[in-house]
């Protein structure tokens, strides 16, 4: 059975993170059963079976058990790439396992703000507990909008960036909407969690701030994005 909303989850080495997230998805849904949760686990991630467990625990509860990759490591910006081809919905929402859903009934909301317009486009982002409407740390986007692009999110970025150069090309199209439900962010940065492996590891990837010079050069490849959306919105006119 098609589901509402397929939500991506790449995470590493952190069990008690994930399961926290999930419950908190499926505990604020309106309709847990239409959430449709999809996870990455690297091959080295030492609690794949506490993981795997759980899933199973949840498939007691609920008519849609967890969807697991269980593969290598990927460029980080290139997981929801891998994930979002084993779902079931329309709708893609990518989480960070250091995130937890914090309002009830949120899936309404998301899936009413991606049927906006006949043509699905409208890129979709929520309140993290930080940026608020300054940034999309994370995003909702119809299949219409990827296959668009061909990428959730471009697939060459081992730190940062990626959020940023997707909202760029949503501001410049003009089909952008900001939700005010929170998805808090638990992050280190902010006193909301723990410094762990997983985060200095990703911390480790960007020396020199190769990244960022990476995210510079590519300005021309997020103009070709937005032409892309802007033709794809034409052709529905």
């Known amino acids: 059975m098609e589901k509402s909303i397929s939500v991506l ?9 994930l399961k926290e997230l999930i ?38 509860k609920y008519t849609n058990p967890v969807k697991t990759i ?19 919905s329309d709708i893609f929402m990518n989480l960070g396992d250091d995130m937890r859903c914090r309002t009830q009934n949120w899936d309404i909301e998301i899936i009413n703000a991606i049927n906006k317009y006949p043509d699905n486009i409208n890129f979709v982002y929520v309140d993290d507990g930080y940026w608020g409407p300054n940034l999309a740390t994370h995003q909702v986007l119809h299949r219409n909008y990827v296959e668009c692009l061909g990428y ?10 990626s959020d940023t150069w997707m909202f760029q090309v949503a501001q410049k199209v003009g089909r952008i909407e900001f939700l005010p439900i929170l998805f808090e962010h638990m992050h280190y ?14 911390l480790d990837k ?5 990244y960022g010079d ?16 802007q033709s794809y919105i034409k052709s529905f006119a």
């Open 9 to 17: 989850i790449p995470s590493r080495n952190r069990p008690q993170g």
């Open 23 to 60: 419950d908190s998805l499926f505990d604020n849904a309106l309709n847990p059963n239409q959430i449709e949760v999809i996870v990455y686990l690297d091959l080295d991630d030492s609690h794949i079976s506490e993981c795997v467990n759980y899933f199973n625990e949840l498939s007691l």
């Open 70 to 88: 269980i593969g290598p490591k990927l460029v980080l910006s290139d997981y929801p790439n891998k994930l979002l081809q084993l779902a079931s």
């Open 152 to 161: 959730f999110y471009p697939p060459f970025f081992d730190f940062g960036y």
């Open 189 to 202: 940065s902010i006193g909301k969690g723990e410094f762990d492996q997983t985060y200095q590891d990703k």
């Open 206 to 210: 960007n020396q020199n701030n190769i």
């Open 214 to 229: 990476l995210f510079t050069s590519t300005e021309y490849l997020r103009d070709q994005d937005v032409k892309k959306l």
